[in-house]
Structures are given as C-alpha cells and as structure tokens.
C-alpha cells in the first residue's frame, strides 16, 4: 500500500509538471530542441558509433592474445600401414597397422600475435578518423535543420497567436458596433438592414475565431514536435512581434568561405575519405608483417587416472615471424585505383556545381529577403492608414453622416490590412532564416 501510495504521488507530480505553464523565447526553443529532438539523438548515436569503430580500428593493430585449451578421448585412434620389413627380418612389403597416439590427450597454450607492419592498418586508422569527423558534420548538419525548424515553427506558433488575439479584438469591435447599431435600430435611426449586415461580418469573424484558435493549438503542437517537447505540455511564447528582427544580414561583398557550409564541408571530408582509400589500395601493394609467440603444455596417455598428473603435461614453445608479401592479384588493386582517380574527379565536379548553387541559393535569398522587408514596412502603413480609415468612417455613421456599408467595408480593409502585415513578418522573418543558413550562419557549434 505504502508503495503504491508513492507510485500515485509520483505520477500527480509528473501530470503536474506536464500541465505547468512554461513561458519560452525562440532561443529557449532551440536550445531545447538542440538537448531532445530524437532526430538530434539519432546522429548522436552515429557519432558515439563513430568513435567506438576509430577504437575499434586501433585495436587492431594491438597485441591479440588468446588463450586455447581441450581434452581429448580418441575413442577410435589414427592408424597407419608401416611397411616392417625395412627394420626387421620380415620379408618384403610386409605391413601391419600402428597407432599413432595415446586414448587421451589434452593441450593448453597462450598464443600472443602482434602486428608488425601493414600499410592497410595505418590508412584504415586515418579513414576511421576522417569518418568520425564526417559523423559529426552529420550531426552538425541536423543541429542545422532543428535550429531552422524551431525557429520557422516558433514564428508561426507566435503569428497564429497574434492572429487569434486580433480575430478576438476585431470581433469585440463588431460586437460593440452591433450593439450601438441595434440601439439606433431601435431608436428609429439605423434600417434593420444595417443591423443585418454587421451580423454577417459577425457572424464571420465567429467562424475566423474558431479557425485561429484550432490554427493555435496545432502551430503550438508543431513547434513542441520539433523541439521533441511533450505535445500536452502548455507553452506560452514570450517574443514580441514589434520587436521581431528582419533585418537584412550582412553578407561578405567577396572571398565568400563555403566551407561556413556544413554540406561543403562534408564533401571536403567524402574527398578526403576517397583520397584515403586510394591510398589504402596502393599500400596493398605492399607486404605485411607479423609476429607471434606461444607457450603451451600438451599431454598423451592411455590412462585417464594419468591425464591430469603433472609430471606428464610437457611444455614447448614458439616464436616466429610471418610475412605476407602480393604478387600478382589480376590487376584488382589497379582498377580500384583508378576507380578511385575517377571518384575524386567526381567530387571535384560536385564541389563546383556546389559552389554554384550556394551563390545562386545567396542571392536568391537576399533578393527575396530585401523585397519582404520592402513589403513589410508597405504593410505596416496600410495598417495605419486601414485603422485611420474606419475610424473616420466608424465616427461618420455615429455622427449620421456615413453609411453603414461604409464602415463594414472599412472593417474589412482594416482586418486584411492587419492579416498582410502578419504574413509579411512571417514571411520575411522566414526569408531572413533562410538566407542565414544559406551563408553558413544560422547555428554555429
């Protein structure tokens, strides 16, 4: 009972914690995201992986040692035909059977091997390391993609909040303008007509404030699945949208370094691994050497009550050196070879057009990101002016000098002037992402 009492109080505390408020900027996103996006997680293995095989290939060229022992019943011994005449006085071509061996025997020997020299071995040990220093580009790359992701997600999550927050003011100014319009409906100043008309832009923004909060709640639940977040735990975000920064990064006028570029990069390392296997099949033309020692006892007898005695069990033992020196494989190693001069040619290709692409993708991002920062400060004025607009027209009709429709319609200049304004700070601060991660920028390790 006492156990089950502390499995309960525990589990309150965990669904507690799951239903606290956590109030998060888009850097406390990221940097959650960066320590529990499994897809962080899984590169991360591949570099623990990484480093366990550059261990691996390092013992390899360590001393082996083993040790091997057995016991043996010959239950059937080995026999062999001896021709006895050419030791005794039988006549000629005379044979019998003998045994070689004893009904039991048992050995037990340490055997030591130690590498001496093999070129494969020091060249598999540089491309065990080169390939380690590619996972954890790999990994560097999917830091990349989380930063990029939570960031797009965060910025969304927060223009669907603005947005709810402004269907929920537009629809407050309506209800008030209803009610003010049905009084003077009622009054004998407003057609009922007019009062009919402002319930369908209502009626509408109802619909606008269902859509924008179901539109809420899943940005939230995208922004928590890329940051690997629990989707039942409550977020607040607390950036401001004033002060949201879209400005233009600076960008190098020249003697740009694609190397900033975790892809340029990587193809940096995958040329050098081709280069290290070419080298590696080169050095298979050379011979390899190794030493080995063993030292063992081994023992023989038709008594099993002797098998174990001491006196009995005789020791020996071996040193030796052995080489391995190629001679002629088909030509196998040649057309490897040129496999790889032809791969690295490859490379060399793909770093060019990598090249290309990476200023193509640069100027393609600043252009866009110079026309939505353009577009943006368009926006926000037509938000002022749409906002000047019904105002006037809203105090015209109070003053009965407007028209109803006169206000609806600046109603809804004034609600897509502010919902254009929002897609242009998303749209430009989503520019703004990528143009940072074109130049190499946007998360740095």
């Given at each position: 009972?006492?156990?089950?009492?502390?499995?309960?109080?525990?589990?309150?505390?965990?669904?507690?914690?799951?239903?606290?408020?956590?109030?998060?900027?888009?850097?406390?996103?990221?940097?959650?995201?960066?320590?529990?996006?499994?897809?962080?997680?899984?590169?991360?293995?591949?570099?623990?992986?990484?480093?366990l095989e550059v261990r691996e290939?390092?013992?390899?060229?360590?001393?082996?040692?083993?040790?091997?022992?057995?016991?043996?019943?010959?239950?059937?011994?080995?026999?062999?035909?001896?021709?006895?005449?050419?030791?005794?006085?039988?006549?000629?071509?005379?044979?019998?059977?003998?045994?070689?061996?004893?009904?039991?025997?048992?050995?037990?020997?340490?055997?030591?091997?130690?590498?001496?020299?093999?070129?494969?071995?020091?060249?598999?040990?540089?491309?065990?390391?080169?390939?380690?220093?590619?996972?954890?580009?790999?990994?560097?790359?999917?830091?990349?993609?989380?930063?990029?992701?939570?960031?797009?997600?965060?910025?969304?999550?927060?223009?669907?909040?603005?947005?709810?927050?402004?269907?929920?003011?537009?629809?407050?100014?309506?209800?008030?303008?209803?009610?003010?319009?049905?009084?003077?409906?009622?009054?004998?100043?407003?057609?009922?007509?007019?009062?009919?008309?402002?319930?369908?832009?209502?009626?509408?923004?109802?619909?606008?404030?269902?859509?924008?909060?179901?539109?809420?709640?899943?940005?939230?639940?995208?922004?928590?699945?890329?940051?690997?977040?629990?989707?039942?735990?409550?977020?607040?975000?607390?950036?401001?949208?004033?002060?949201?920064?879209?400005?233009?990064p600076l960008i190098p006028s020249?003697?740009?370094?694609?190397?900033?570029?975790?892809?340029?990069?990587?193809?940096?390392?995958?040329?050098?691994?081709?280069?290290?296997?070419?080298?590696?099949?080169?050095?298979?033309?050379?011979?390899?050497?190794?030493?080995?020692?063993?030292?063992?006892?081994?023992?023989?007898?038709?008594?099993?009550?002797?098998?174990?005695?001491?006196?009995?069990?005789?020791?020996?033992?071996?040193?030796?050196?052995?080489?391995?020196?190629?001679?002629?494989?088909?030509?196998?190693?040649?057309?490897?070879?040129?496999?790889?001069?032809?791969?690295?040619?490859?490379?060399?290709?793909?770093?060019?057009?990598?090249?290309?692409?990476?200023?193509?993708?640069?100027?393609?991002?600043?252009?866009?990101?110079?026309?939505?920062?353009?577009?943006?400060?368009?926006?926000?004025?037509?938000?002022?002016?749409?906002?000047?607009?019904?105002?006037?027209?809203?105090?015209?009709?109070?003053?009965?000098?407007?028209?109803?429709?006169?206000?609806?319609?600046?109603?809804?200049?004034?609600?897509?002037?502010?919902?254009?304004?929002?897609?242009?700070?998303?749209?430009?601060?989503?520019?703004?992402?990528?143009?940072?991660?074109?130049?190499?920028?946007?998360?740095?390790?």
């Amino acid at each position: 009972m006492k156990g089950l009492l502390i499995l309960m109080t525990h589990g309150l505390f965990i669904s507690a914690f799951s239903q606290s408020m956590l109030r998060l900027s888009v850097d406390d996103c990221i940097s959650y995201g960066l320590g529990n996006n499994e897809q962080l997680a899984i590169t991360d293995y591949d570099k623990q992986i990484a480093n366990l095989e550059v261990r691996e290939t390092i013992a390899e060229g360590l001393p082996q040692a083993t040790i091997n022992g057995g016991l043996n019943y010959n239950y059937e011994i080995q026999k062999s035909l001896l021709d006895v005449s050419n030791f005794s006085d039988a006549p000629p071509g005379t044979e019998e059977e003998v045994a070689f061996g004893q009904d039991y025997d048992g050995n037990l020997v340490l055997e030591v091997n130690q590498l001496i020299f093999d070129g494969s071995y020091f060249v598999g040990l540089q491309a065990a390391r080169t390939y380690r220093d590619l996972s954890s580009k790999d990994h560097i790359e999917t830091q990349i993609d989380v930063v990029e992701a939570v960031s797009k997600a965060y910025y969304f999550a927060l223009i669907s909040v603005e947005r709810l927050e402004l269907v929920k003011a537009n629809l407050a100014r309506i209800d008030t303008l209803l009610s003010e319009t049905i009084k003077m409906y009622e009054a004998g100043f407003a057609e009922k007509l007019e009062v009919d008309r402002i319930k369908v832009t209502y009626n509408n923004l109802k619909v606008d404030l269902s859509e924008s909060t179901q539109l809420k709640e899943l940005s939230e639940k995208l922004l928590k699945f890329q940051m690997g977040m629990d989707l039942n735990q409550n977020i607040e975000l607390t950036e401001n949208l004033d002060e949201v920064d879209v400005s233009m990064p600076l960008i190098p006028s020249s003697n740009f370094n694609y190397a900033d570029r975790i892809e340029f990069s990587q193809l940096i390392t995958g040329e050098q691994l081709k280069e290290l296997d070419m080298k590696n099949n080169r050095s298979q033309y050379l011979p390899t050497l190794n030493a080995n020692f063993s030292y063992g006892y081994n023992t023989a007898t038709s008594d099993f009550d002797q098998l174990f005695t001491t006196s009995r069990w005789l020791n020996y033992g071996v040193i030796g050196l052995s080489a391995s020196i190629p001679v002629f494989d088909g030509f196998m190693k040649r057309s490897r070879i040129q496999q790889n001069k032809l791969e690295l040619k490859q490379l060399e290709s793909e770093k060019s057009f990598l090249r290309k692409s990476i200023d193509i993708e640069i100027e393609e991002s600043r252009i866009t990101l110079t026309s939505q920062i353009e577009t943006l400060e368009v926006q926000k004025q037509n938000v002022e002016l749409a906002r000047y607009i019904y105002d006037i027209a809203k105090v015209k009709y109070q003053q009965g000098v407007g028209s109803n429709l006169e206000v609806t319609d600046a109603d809804t200049a004034f609600k897509e002037a502010q919902i254009n304004y929002l897609d242009s700070v998303y749209e430009a601060k989503t520019s703004q992402i990528e143009l940072k991660k074109a130049l190499g920028i946007l998360y740095t390790n």
